[in-house]
């Protein structure tokens, strides 16, 4: 490892706003850790945070926490969202397979997944985080209609999720293929994140995706 990127592992469990372990905060999120009773709503692999600070802070009403494995990126995020003084973001480092760890059923109301890694040879696709492993994990841990939201640029992870999510019985609320035509709803093109804009830059199109669980009965 780099040695900024070390400095910056070492100094995250410094950090009021960042857990690495569920330290007893399981089911308790909102009264213990934000001190209030806010929705709870999870950006998952968000690197530096990018997506999960704006969030926070364009809406005070809810409390944001980003998951990344990475602890250097996460270290930028959680040192910007204290600057800027943001009670109701915070940041965990966990792989994602283990959220169920950190959460309660029902904990969640809502979840992002802000261009996550496709993961492209057959092998891996399991690693995809809207693969049907990942999916049963966010539906435990979701409210009853709490919504998911995708974006990406891979064509490949688009048409894998869009297949998934038809196999898995969830209901697609909105398919955006080329987000930047058509949007305008600021929690969508409003907040971009350090990915989104490399990828703009390019002159990739941006893919949204958002979805939901049926409820029993
Ligand atoms: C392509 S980057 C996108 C980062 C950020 N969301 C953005 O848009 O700028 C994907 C991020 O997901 C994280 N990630 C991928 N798989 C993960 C997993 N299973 N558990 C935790 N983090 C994961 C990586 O560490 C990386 O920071």
Redesign the pocket.
């Known amino acids: 490892m780099a040695k900024q990127k070390l400095i910056r592992f070492a100094a995250l469990s410094s950090l009021a706003n960042v857990r690495q372990e569920p330290d007893g905060l399981r089911g308790r999120w909102a009264a213990d850790f934000f001190h209030n009773d806010h929705p709870l709503i999870l950006?998952?692999?968000?690197?530096?945070g990018?997506?999960a600070v704006a969030l926070a802070q364009g809406h005070p009403e809810i409390n944001v926490l980003g998951?990344?494995?990475?602890g250097p990126?996460l270290w930028v995020g959680a040192t910007r969202a204290l600057e800027l003084q943001l009670g109701n973001a915070g940041f965990v480092r966990?792989?994602?397979?283990q959220i169920e760890t950190f959460f309660a059923p029902g904990e969640i109301a809502a979840i992002w997944i802000?261009?996550?890694?496709p993961h492209p040879p057959a092998g891996r696709r399991k690693?995809r985080?809207t693969s049907p492993r990942f999916l049963a994990i966010y539906r435990s841990l979701l409210q009853p209609g709490g919504l998911i939201h995708l974006?990406t640029d891979d064509e490949g992870l688009y048409y894998y999720t869009l297949l998934t999510l038809r196999d898995e019985g969830a209901e697609l609320l909105a398919d955006l293929p080329d987000l930047y035509t058509g949007a305008s709803n600021p929690d969508l093109t409003g907040i971009q994140?350090?990915?989104?804009r490399r990828h703009l830059q390019e002159g990739k199109s941006i893919k949204y995706i958002c979805f939901r669980f049926p409820t029993a009965g």
């Open positions: 950006e998952l692999g968000c690197g530096r990018d997506y998951l990344d494995i990475k990126r966990t792989a994602i397979e802000t261009f996550p890694d690693k985080l974006k994140t350090a990915y989104e």
